[in-house]
């Protein structure tokens, strides 16, 4: 049941009739003016938008077409993941070369891979002829108490979900080169946005949490600029792939894991049981100025050093 509403002719809308076929079941209720939306009662609209740009995100070499969609929309959705919200739908707004029109059907069918993942609905979006490939989903999703990032307290302790540093070790032997072991690449080119966690973190008492999406001190960092606290974290134990150090997991971007602080302590063996990850108690937040004291063997490493653009 799409309930699509039907377009006039034209190029553009011939290719948006064939993204539409292509999605199936996965896309509904596009074709008006404005996708119409139902938020469940007592909860809260949550939007997040997140674009990739050929050329600055992503190359043509290192990922096939269908797996920059799946990124692209597995990046917009850990934002949710974030806030632990529920994912309602996703616009997908495609900026197209004339380079790229043969891949466009792959690369959306990477973008359903994550609709139907995730049960996103793809509600609407909008489509333009470009110089460059450019990707821009906006997400919307529904919680009744979504996790902000300014809930941590003093007290608290800091968990983190998953392992890190696969994307890192993909890259560097991309960048030599070289092939990737099967999980690093699968990391980098699969990520998860951790939407069942989040919401079992929330239920289970997480007042605070930030996807990583920068690097895991760089994230740490605005949990602590906006909680007003002081974040310390032993990188001893923070889980890593393929021999990365933790210095260089905790810098490592485009994780799409969750940093969250909870008042007491949480189940992490049910958690690993029933999501096959491990959940890790990483640190704690303290009463102090804003900031990240990040160690390791019982030296303090450098905070920072995590994505930014514009640096
Ligand atoms: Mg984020």
């Keep these: 049941m799409t309930d699509h509403t039907a377009l006039g002719p034209g190029r553009e809308f011939d290719l948006v009739r064939a993204l539409l076929a292509r999605w199936g079941d996965l896309a509904a209720g596009v074709g008006d003016d404005a996708a119409l939306l139902d938020v469940p009662a007592g909860h809260c609209l949550l939007a997040s938008a997140d674009s990739a740009v050929y050329g600055v995100h992503f190359r043509r070499d290192w990922l096939t077409a269908r797996e920059i969609g799946w990124r692209v929309a597995a990046a917009a959705l850990s934002d949710l993941a974030a806030m632990a919200a529920d994912p309602l739908a996703m616009l997908v707004s495609l900026s197209i070369p004339n380079a790229w029109l043969a891949d466009i059907p792959d690369l959306v069918d990477g973008l359903g891979d994550a609709a139907r993942a995730t049960g996103t609905r793809i ?7 470009a110089r460059e490939l450019c990707i821009a989903i906006t997400v919307l999703g529904s919680a ?168």
């Excluded at 509600?123 to 002829?129: E, F, K, N, P, V």
């Excluded at 600029?225 to 310390?232: H, I, K, V, W």
């Excluded at 390791?296 to 930014?308: C, E, I, K, P, T």
């Design 144 to 311: 009744a108490t979504p996790l902000r990032r300014n809930g941590a307290r003093a007290g608290d302790r800091l968990y983190v979900t998953g392992h890190f540093g696969g994307p890192l070790g993909a890259l560097a032997e991309l960048e030599r080169g070289k092939t990737p072991t099967e999980t690093a690449r699968s990391r980098f080119a699969h990520p998860v946005p951790r939407l069942r966690e989040a919401r079992w973190l929330a239920e289970h008492g997480a007042r605070a949490a930030i996807d990583i999406s920068d690097g895991l001190l760089s994230d740490a960092a605005h949990l602590a600029a906006a909680s007003r606290a002081r974040l310390t974290i032993a990188l001893d134990g923070l889980p890593t792939l393929d021999g990365i150090s933790p210095d260089a997991a905790a810098r490592s971007g485009e994780e799409y894991e969750l940093l969250v602080a909870s008042p007491h302590a949480l189940d992490a063996a049910d958690f690993a049981r029933r999501f096959d990850i491990p959940l890790t108690d990483i640190g704690r937040v303290d009463a102090g100025d804003a900031d990240v004291v990040a160690t390791l063997h019982g030296a303090r490493v450098a905070s920072g050093g995590g994505f930014d653009h514009f640096s």
């Design 123 to 129: 509600a609407g979006g909008d489509l333009t002829a």
